[in-house]
């Protein structure tokens, strides 16, 4: 399987992806760990809120979104 973590300014808004990149993980919950591991780096360089993931062998449906804690 294939996803995409995106980094949002505002995750009430799925058009506000500040950053994005591919992960290399097979499984949502790995996924997941993997954009919360980047967490800081996606808030210190681009003001990042939280995250979506795509599910990109489904039609690029958003599977999880998730907010940082501050």
Partial sequence: MSYRIEYLTETTDEGTVCHSMQSSCADLD?????????????????????????????????VAIAEFDD
């Fill in 30 to 62: 790995s996924v997941e760990r993997e954009a919360f591991a980047n967490a800081d780096m996606a808030k210190d360089r681009y003001g990042a809120t939280g995250f979506q993931i795509r599910h990109m062998n489904a039609v690029d449906k958003v």
